[in-house]
């Protein structure tokens, strides 16, 4: 079983930075290290892909809306994965998931369908 907790959000004024942090646990992700992702869900709307990386070798993919403000990172000695967020805007605003793909061989990707483990999210909110 593998658990998630993420921690970091808050409220920002739009421009400002945020890095949020998911600490894994479990031994069934400790031996399997495949990717991670971050997701949110604003109220009202589907649960969206924000970025991934692979524990392995640190390969990123970002959707386009973040690229070039958002950072995904992973600490492999602390199984913990960061996003950091700059330039935030108050579209930005959401619950932010991580979520564990414990699959090693099938490499990083957007659909939530492919995460076996989630969070129980944090909120972030940019105010204008």
């Known amino acids: 079983q593998v658990q998630l907790v993420e921690s970091g959000g808050g409220l920002v004024q739009a421009g400002g930075s945020l890095r949020l942090s998911c600490a894994t646990s479990?031994?069934?992700?400790?031996?399997?290290?495949?990717?991670m992702g971050w997701f949110r869900q604003a109220p009202g709307k589907e649960r969206d892909f924000v970025a991934a990386?692979?524990?392995?070798?640190?390969?990123?993919y970002y959707v386009d809306s973040v690229k070039g403000r958002f950072t995904i990172s992973r600490d492999n000695a602390k199984n913990t994965v960061y996003l950091q967020m700059n330039s935030l805007k108050p579209e930005d605003t959401a619950a932010y998931y991580c979520?564990?793909?414990?699959?090693?061989?099938?490499?990083?990707?957007?659909?939530?369908?492919?995460?076996?483990?989630w969070g129980q999210g944090t909120q972030v909110t940019v105010s204008s």
């Open positions: 979520a564990a793909d414990i699959d090693a061989i099938r490499g990083l990707g957007s659909s939530k369908d492919q995460y076996e483990y």
């Open positions: 479990g031994p069934t992700f400790r031996y399997n290290m495949g990717s």
């Open positions: 990386i692979s524990w392995s070798d640190g390969r990123t």
